[in-house]
């Protein structure tokens, strides 16, 4: 009776421990889960477990961290379309550029023949307007006046320019141009009033000296037709003007026009003012600097090459 009475008592108790025991259970996966993240370093546990509850959570989270090939494949597919199209504009760029120089050519050549057909035109009287004169290149003006061959200047090393040599020459490999120097002479104006400068022509090397050529030195009154040329700047890999050596090797008016007191005005005479024993006239060259043609064979010649490779890659997707 008092062992009844004693269960009787202790049954409440018992109850209670079972259920809190059942509880524990329970919740006991959860804090070992838990437990696992806490005490894992990228999917890999720092402790054992006695039941496969690690691994199967340690297989969990590697599938979770580890990249979805789906995502890999569309990102690199949109990094080929993006170079793809990226390297398309080389051949698409230098073909605008070619084509840009085509029509760059043919600008200076209609530039080169309106120039020439300039220096054809009937002759107007010189104007002294530094602003007038600045439109006037290549123009043919007249003056009427004397030289004065006690101031020449030569500018050298020039060539003869002999169209009709020129033309014989043309489908020659090699030819001899006579080298020799431009004289440059002071020309006073009588109904101007004031003095300019007047490429008088060219003469052989053997010739610069004044004195070997007596009889070309003019000394009357005459009239004058010259082109009119304006001053230019020094070109790369043309020597400076050695002033006090009288070479000159580019226009420069201004120096010119110091040295020999004259205004800085240039004119070229023609051809019809060529005497027997004195300079040879017309030794105008209209030349414009065109290398348009080798810069159209650059570009182009670039814009087939990249664009071959071009189709190589990504059409034939073919190793360059």
């Known amino acids: 009776m008092a062992a009844l009475l004693l269960l009787l008592r ?22 070992a889960s838990q437990c696992l993240i806490r005490r894992t370093v990228f999917g890999c546990p720092l402790t054992k477990g006695g039941s496969g509850l690690v691994q199967k959570t340690k297989d969990a989270f590697l599938r979770f961290c580890r990249p979805r090939s789906s995502t890999a494949a569309a990102g690199t597919s949109g990094e080929d379309a993006l170079l793809k199209w990226g390297l398309l504009l080389v051949p698409l760029t ?24 300039r220096i054809k035109a009937d002759p107007i009287p010189l104007t002294l307007d530094p602003m007038e004169l600045k439109e006037l290149e290549y123009r043919p003006v007249q003056v009427r006046g004397r030289f004065d061959h006690s101031k020449e200047l030569y500018i050298l090393p020039r060539s003869l320019l002999d169209p009709e040599r020129e033309a014989r020459e043309a489908g020659r490999i090699t030819s001899r141009p006579e080298n020799g120097a431009n004289v440059v002479t002071p020309f006073y104006c009588t109904e ?8 008088r022509g060219f003469v052989p090397r053997n010739k610069v000296n004044p004195e070997t050529r007596l009889k070309g030195q003019i000394e009357d009154e005459i009239d004058l037709t010259g082109v009119v040329r304006l001053t230019e700047k020094r070109k790369p890999f043309v ?24 205004e800085p005005i240039f004119i070229d005479a023609d051809f019809r003012s060529t005497v027997p024993g004195g300079p040879i006239g017309g030794q105008t060259r209209v ?25 190589k890659k990504f059409i034939q997707k073919l190793p360059v």
């Open 239 to 262: 020597p400076e003007n050695d002033i006090g050596k009288n070479r000159w090797h580019y226009r420069d008016l201004e120096a010119m026009a110091r040295v020999t007191g004259a």
């Open 94 to 117: 230098t073909f605008g550029l070619g084509t840009w120089q085509v029509q760059r050519r043919k600008w200076k050549l209609d530039l080169i023949a309106q120039l020439a057909s």
């Open 287 to 311: 030349s414009l600097r065109n290398e348009h043609m080798q810069y159209i064979v650059t570009w182009y010649g670039l814009c087939a090459a990249t664009s071959f490779l071009w189709y």
């Open 10 to 31: 202790a049954a409440p108790r018992l109850l209670r421990e079972r259920r809190a025991r059942g509880r524990l259970g329970a919740a006991g996966p959860a804090r």
């Open 192 to 199: 101007l009033g004031v003095t300019i400068l007047v490429n």
